[in-house]
């Protein structure tokens, strides 16, 4: 489907890039022609994946902290710099950690909001004001999560990630007169270095998780990029607003009281 030159010329700023889903975005990019930057907090890994994302194009890499008004101004500073221009903007760092809602204090919950939903607009408007209003053309892309029914187990970021699909479809009106498009892909579990942080007792639980999901799988981080790579192509010129579901149909038809059951076997 995608041509080898698809991103030819085109700068993509992935966050989060320095792992998982986001490294794939970011490799798929440099593959299909793009000029990539990744950004991170944690500088020596996201070093390391330069190193490595290096074999397959042109790659730079900044630490920023999506929460720091300034630390994104510096990025985007560095990227008029580089590239004098962004084209495509990939909003994939992010964060949460299993809760029960009754445990989540504020410190919980306001870090969660912070990053996924705050983190994701400052970086959204500043990027837009700096690039693609001025340019009057852009694509953004938000990974959000599965969060068609809520998200027990998970209420802060299913809050967040609410937030964020609701921002997309205001944006995709209110910057639609400079030719921007932005739409959302809400994965479902995806097998990454994101499921590893999850304690023990989660973990024991993919395997049925697993064989709940329609598919019988869980995705891949390529099924995650493979639908970022089109919603950010010209194939998808008339596509804003949306959300694409990347999950197995997960979110018709699953047991999505799983998680709270395991961590109330744990938590109370
Ligand atoms: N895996 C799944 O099942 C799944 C499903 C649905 C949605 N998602 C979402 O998809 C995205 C990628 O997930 P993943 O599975 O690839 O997890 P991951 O490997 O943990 O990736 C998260 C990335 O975001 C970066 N990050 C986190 N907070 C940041 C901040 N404040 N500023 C800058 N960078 C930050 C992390 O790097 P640093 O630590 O260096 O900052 C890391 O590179 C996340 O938003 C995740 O919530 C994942």
Known sequence: MFKENTFQGKVVLVTGGRSGIGYQIAKDMLILGAKVVICSRKKIPLLEAKDQLKTYGDIEAMPCDIRKEEEIEQLAAFIKKQHGRLDILVNNAGGQFPTLAEYTNNKGWNAVINNNLNGTFYMTRIMA???????????????????????????????????????????????????????????????????????????????????????????????????????????????????LYVDGAQHLNYDNMALPRILKSFMT
């Open 129 to 243: 004001n700096h690039f693609f209003l001025p340019q009057k053309s852009g694509v953004i892309i938000n990974i959000i999560v599965d969060i068609y029914r809520g998200f027990p187990g998970m209420v802060h970021t299913g809050a967040a990630r609410a937030g964020v699909e609701n921002m997309t479809k205001t944006l995709a009106q209110e910057w639609s007169h400079a030719n921007i498009r932005i739409n959302c892909v809400a994965p479902g579990t995806i097998e990454s270095s994101g499921l590893d942080t999850y304690p023990q007792a989660i973990q024991d639980m993919f395997e049925e998780a697993k064989k709940a999901n329609p598919l019988g799988r869980f995705g891949r981080v390529e099924d995650v990029s493979n639908a970022v790579c089109f919603l950010a192509s010209p194939l998808a010129s008339y596509i804003t607003g949306i959300s």
